[in-house]
């Protein structure tokens, strides 16, 4: 059974940055699904960012396109999630979700096998 785990949240003023990261473990191939979600206060679940860490394209949520940032660092074995000009939109708590394989047809939508038990983000205006 894979187990993503995060970290690196907090509570941080608006305008202000947070790096997120995610290390899964027992995942059944080399290259995988791994992405971000969020769930903010009496808010449904929503894909923030997603990628393939076989490489090509990222997926990002239209909300935070050009402020936050996914990548994967090969050599950490992490997936991170780089945040930027945060807002109190922003204010969730952030899961990193994985599959086994590819993205499917939809990344960004709260279908994943595996999930972490997610990491708290605070912004404050």
């Known amino acids: 059974q894979a187990q993503p785990v995060e970290s690196g949240g907090g509570s941080v003023q608006a305008g202000g940055s947070l790096t997120l990261s995610c290390r899964v473990s027992?995942?059944?191939?080399?290259?995988?699904?791994i992405g971000w979600f969020r769930q903010g206060p009496e808010k449904e679940r929503e894909g923030v960012a997603v990628l393939y860490t076989g490489g090509g394209r990222l997926y990002y949520h239209d909300s935070v396109k050009g402020r936050f940032t996914i990548s994967h660092d090969k050599s950490e074995g992490t997936v991170n999630l780089q945040m930027t000009n945060l807002t109190s939109e922003d204010t969730a708590v952030y899961y990193c979700?994985?599959?086994?394989?590819?993205?499917?047809?939809?990344?960004?939508?709260?279908?994943?096998?595996?999930w972490g038990q997610g990491t708290q983000v605070t912004v404050s205006s």
């Open positions: 979700a994985a599959n086994d394989g590819g993205c499917g047809w939809n990344p960004l939508s709260p279908q994943y096998n595996y």
């Open positions: 027992g995942l059944r191939y080399t290259t995988n699904c």
